[in-house]
């Protein structure tokens, strides 16, 4: 099966969700979300993380997660991620609770693929507020590819993780979990990372993002994905589009629709005059969608 059917596949049973020039989407992928010890490489940006998801929800965004939200090779429990960043997972509930939240799977975090997935692991969560667990997201499906369409000119915007186009970590992705979770990650405390990952290999992030654009521009269509951690929005390159991270050193970034505005936007930590530390959101880039 070639790249390209593993992305037509994606799409070809994707939820159609509506949206107008009214609608604030904010479109997030590779959290990469651990268990709060070393490896865990969201745990140094979980403040941004979190500041950000505080505004997209007071502002009334809905949020879109592209896929490796949570890491899934290194850890074998879902509830120990859970567990740890339970602020986050009880913000994500909120979004849940009001039809604001839509989850996507990447190959860090296949086994969502499942259809009971969410039943059996992200049924509820324990909520140090009350002392008791509280509903998470129980029905909540996990699909592998979305698609928001224009309510008045019927245009498409197709999201999907991006590792289709990625044999080794799609195909593969077993294999590629044995390896990171006992070759790679002991050695990653020692500085040495997984040349087999797109976001660290510049070589394969080129060739996986070329394939992506080619696949975009061939079929004439607006395509939104992560797994290559670089952020991407130029005139230059009309389809293919990269939302980024959140594992970025010293920054998070990701895509917010408004209307039918697409904008890159970091969030990242900054001093005021009095040496006061805030977090800003600050605009990348901006354009219409095609």
């Known amino acids: 099966m070639s790249y390209r059917t593993r992305l037509d596949k994606a799409f070809r049973n994707a939820p159609v969700i509506p949206f107008s020039s009214h609608s604030r989407f904010c479109i997030i992928s590779d959290c990469h979300r651990g268990n709060g010890t070393s490896n865990d490489n969201f745990f140094k940006n979980q403040n941004l993380y979190f500041t950000a998801l505080k505004y ?29 960043h339970n602020h986050v997972f009880w913000l ?33 969560y324990f909520c140090t507020d009350t002392q008791r667990d509280e509903p998470l997201f129980p029905d909540l499906t996990f699909h592998e590819g979305l ?40 050695l990653e405390r020692f500085g040495m990372l997984d040349p087999t990952s797109a976001a660290r290999n510049y070589t394969k992030k080129d060739r996986i993002e070329r394939l992506l654009s080619d ?20 005139e230059d390159s009309p389809y293919y589009m990269n939302t980024g991270s959140c594992v970025h050193p ?27 530390l805030y977090v800003r959101r600050e605009v990348l880039a901006q354009r219409k969608l095609p």
């Open 56 to 84: 997209y929800y007071a502002q009334g965004f809905t949020y879109i997660e592209l896929g490796d939200g949570d890491e899934l090779w290194e850890m074998r429990r879902m509830s120990q991620i859970i567990e740890i």
């Open 92 to 124: 994500l509930s909120l979004f849940h609770q009001q039809n604001r939240l839509y989850m996507l799977y990447g190959n860090h975090d296949f086994e969502k693929k499942a259809p009971q997935y969410s039943a059996r692991a992200c049924s509820v």
């Open 147 to 186: 698609i928001l369409e224009n309510t008045c000119s019927g245009a498409r915007l197709y999201l999907t993780h991006g590792h289709q186009a990625d044999f080794f970590n799609c195909v593969c992705w077993k294999l590629a979990r044995f390896l990171v979770r006992y070759f790679w990650r002991p």
């Open 215 to 234: 696949y975009a521009a061939q079929n004439q269509i607006p395509l939104i994905t992560g797994h290559t951690h670089r952020p991407r929005l130029h």
């Open 250 to 276: 010293r920054c998070i970034t990701c895509m917010e629709l408004l209307g039918e505005l697409l904008l890159l936007v970091k969030w990242t930590y900054d001093t005021k005059g009095d040496g006061t």
